[in-house]
């Protein structure tokens, strides 16, 4: 059982900046990829940012948020900077676990709400 827990969501104005985290624990051999996503009112589920060695960032965020990892701490963290109004979503944490050698198994955080205000 792998558990992901997020922490840093809040209210801010825009052109603030807000910094998210994201613990993996339980039964981890090791994590391939971590990343976040986010959902607005009314929209899909959005790819922000994923890091799997190389970073690769959705083209509305890059310049602004910074995606980083610490493998010691299972944590990935993501740096928003001057955020918009448009970036309130929950943000959602994912991680590509490896339970075992040669396995790949995708769990999710519960989300935290990001809330930018104008």
């Known amino acids: 059982q792998v558990q992901l827990v997020e922490s840093g969501g809040g209210l801010v104005q825009a052109g603030g900046s807000l910094r998210l985290s994201c613990a993996a624990s339980?039964?981890?051999?090791?994590?391939?990829?971590m990343g976040w996503y986010r959902q607005a009112p009314g929209k899909q589920r959005e790819l922000v940012a994923t890091n799997g060695g190389s970073t690769n960032y959705a083209d509305s965020v890059k310049g602004r948020f910074t995606i980083s990892r610490d493998n010691a701490k299972n944590t990935v963290y993501l740096q928003m900077n001057s955020l918009k109004p448009e970036d309130t979503a929950v943000y959602y944490c994912?991680?590509?676990?490896?339970?075992?050698?040669?396995?790949?198994?995708?769990?999710w955080g519960q989300g935290t709400q990001v809330t930018v205000s104008s």
């Open positions: 339980g039964s981890i051999f090791s994590i391939n990829t």
């Open positions: 994912f991680a590509d676990v490896a339970v075992v050698p040669f396995t790949s198994n995708n769990y």
